[in-house]
């Protein structure tokens, strides 16, 4: 059974706005990365996942449900963490966990000893009795992720998690979300539109542009393909890209005129080194690199229109 | 706990997950629960001092003319008469607004303030579950306002009597219209407050807006009891809801309104408030209705 699936999933705003455009896909359970630009449609779906908001048309299932049809089913296995703050400031974390737990379902017993277990995993526990509004950033974060898990969700759907965190509090959070999915067994959708983060932490990617579906494959099937070999010389970087280019290689040339060489196998090494010696080119650096995955999503020409629709969005 | 307690703040601690396999009560437990801390929240229970100020003193000032009524006719018998059981609502009628304006948003706009309303949608509930639960549990607070100094006169008369027993029972009849009342008293003003604070997540608008409408509505049927002359126009003094209520008050008990009672020249049959208390019940229902269908969760 996988463990969602959109077939032809389109959402239309009362405004006019399509923020899903015939979207299907199926995933298999996993740490699974949405990744788009900020109005892409990540939000827009993961709502139509809680069955917040009713798609325009098509189907979707959630762990073998249809939340269009069964949304409080599907809801009392899905842990949501939204992409905006979300927590009342005039209560204390354990208190407000423990609540949360209990709109879940969990007798009150229960849900006070998982709202202090969840409070102890994302690393709360000493802060548990304060009240939130002298909370960080980060605290809060946390604090939305363990009310995520506290009803122990076979599917935690995490929008932009990361939101507003210092590079500190970035790294712990997505450490903390790849445990929880890798060590718990819980399956993890994570949004983001930062495809550094999505690389770090998920095993699958789905990209998304304008509500259509971009990508969706294992992180591993792009890592292999985005090898890079980096070079760099003082002079003459035209001339060595041109000569690279008649022999066969993919070579794009940055701002400051550093050549990046797709790497299929071995061979640039040897070539870029006769070249360089053959031009005479004083060479700064050889490096292999990996090309960054938002530039293998970009689009190869995006129209104009689809360009400002997403400047706005 | 050595380790948690040498770790710096925000360390995570890695002691292993536990997956939940206790029972999962569902929707109808939800909802209760939400109702009980619902009714917490009206109290202020479990928020500090400040939260519990305002419903302790508007609950001691709510109840404290039954306590004296039930204080001078145990001393002067039947004879002083400050408030009875039909015109307590109509009397108080500012304190019973001051406990909805207070609470009210509370319980409605602060979840909208800060946002949390989505985390209650994206659990096991539906959004009527959610309004209604919010809504019972400032009914519940003003029906206990309203019940504890019902319960109080009662108590008053009873134990004020010489003969205990013999007023329990001449008095016991009165204990139906005293529940009947106070819950009607409670759903009618619990629901247009409710309406009204969920219009807004700012809480100290919303509790203007709720005494603003009140304010509003009885004086514009104060100014419609100076004009009335005709058949009709007394009808439209039903815009206080007040009236409304005061007047099934009056039916339910079979009394009748005093001489300085609003109510007293309108002599509109007990059925015409009733209809107006229900029709307000309807207009805050499809208040809310209309605000949680579009609100953005």
Redesign the interface.
């Known amino acids: 059974m996988p463990l969602l699936r959109a077939d032809n999933l389109t959402k239309r705003y009362p405004g006019g706005v399509l923020a899903l455009d015939d979207f299907t896909l199926a995933l298999e359970p996993g740490l699974i990365g949405l990744v788009g630009a900020n109005g892409a449609g990540k939000s827009t779906f993961i709502?139509i996942l809680?069955g917040?908001l009713q798609p325009t048309a098509g189907s979707v299932s959630v762990l073998g449900l249809d939340p269009t049809s069964d949304?409080?089913a599907v809801?009392?296995r899905?842990g949501?963490l939204?992409e905006?703050?979300?927590?009342?400031?005039?209560?204390s974390a354990a208190?407000f966990i423990t609540?949360?737990a209990?709109?879940?379902?969990?007798?009150q017993n229960?849900a006070r000893e998982?709202a202090a277990?969840m409070l102890?995993?994302?690393?709360?526990?000493?802060?548990r009795y304060r009240l939130m509004d002298g909370y960080s950033t980060?605290?809060k974060q946390?604090v939305k992720l363990a009310?995520s898990l506290v009803?122990?969700p076979a599917l935690l759907l995490l929008d932009e998690p990361t939101n507003g965190l210092d590079p500190n509090g970035r790294d712990?959070m997505l450490?903390?979300i790849k445990r929880?999915g890798e060590?718990?067994g819980i399956s993890v959708v994570v949004s983001s539109h930062l495809l550094g983060e999505i690389e770090r932490v998920c095993g699958y990617l789905v990209s998304i542009d304008n509500g259509k579906l971009v990508h969706s494959a294992a992180i591993g099937s792009f890592t292999a393909e985005t090898a890079v070999l980096a070079v760099e010389v003082d002079e003459g970087a035209e001339a060595l890209a041109a000569r690279l280019t008649s022999a066969g290689l993919e070579v794009r040339m940055d701002a400051r005129g550093g050549l990046h060489i797709g790497m299929p196998d071995e061979r640039p090494y040897d070539l870029v080194r006769d070249m360089v010696a053959e031009l005479g080119l004083p060479l700064v650096r050889v490096q292999r690199t990996r090309q960054r995955l938002d530039e293998l999503f970009r689009a190869p020409e995006p129209t104009t229109a689809a360009t400002a629709a997403r400047e706005e969005g | 706990m050595a380790t948690a307690a040498q770790g710096a703040a925000g360390t995570i601690y890695d002691i292993g997950y536990q997956h939940y396999d206790g029972p999962r009560l569902g929707r109808p437990y939800a909802i209760r629960s939400l109702l009980l801390h619902g009714i917490g929240v009206v109290f202020g229970v479990g928020r500090g001092p400040r939260a519990r100020l305002v419903p302790i003193v508007l609950t001691i000032i709510a109840i404290l003319p039954a306590v004296i009524q039930a204080a001078v006719t145990a001393y002067a018998g039947e004879a002083v008469q400050l408030v009875g059981y039909a015109d307590y609502f109509v009397q108080l009628s500012v304190i019973y607004v001051l406990f909805c304006a207070a609470q009210a948003p509370e319980l409605v706009s602060a979840d909208q303030r800060s946002r949390s309303l989505v985390l209650y949608l994206a659990r096991a509930l539906r959004r009527d579950d959610y309004v209604l639960a919010k809504l019972f549990a400032l009914a519940v607070g003003v029906f206990a306002l309203a019940l504890g100094a019902q319960l109080v006169l009662f108590t008053g008369r009873v134990l004020g009597s010489l003969n205990a027993w013999e007023a329990l029972r001449y008095e016991a009849p009165q204990l139906a219209p005293i529940f009947g009342v106070s819950a009607l008293v409670s759903l009618v003003l619990a629901s247009l407050s409710v309406a009204i604070a969920s219009l807004t997540p700012r809480r100290a608008l919303a509790t203007a807006g709720i005494v603003g409408f009140f304010i509003l509505s009885s004086a514009m049927a104060g100014i419609l009891r100076e004009a009335i002359e005709g058949a009709w126009d007394r009808w439209l003094t039903l815009l206080n809801p007040f009236i409304a209520v005061g007047g099934v008050s009056n039916w339910i008990f079979e009394a009748e309104p005093g001489p300085n009672s609003p109510l007293a020249r309108l002599d509109l049959p007990g059925w015409a408030y009733a209809g107006a208390c229900l029709t307000y019940m309807a207009l805050a229902m499809g208040i809310l209705w209309v605000r949680y269908r579009r609100i953005d969760a």
């Open positions: 709502k809680l917040l949304p409080i809801r009392q899905i949501y939204p905006h703050d979300c927590l009342p400031s005039d209560q208190d609540h949360m209990r709109i879940s379902g969990l007798p229960s998982r277990e102890r995993h994302v690393g709360l526990y000493e802060e980060g605290m946390r009310q009803h122990d712990e450490d903390l929880t060590e718990f």
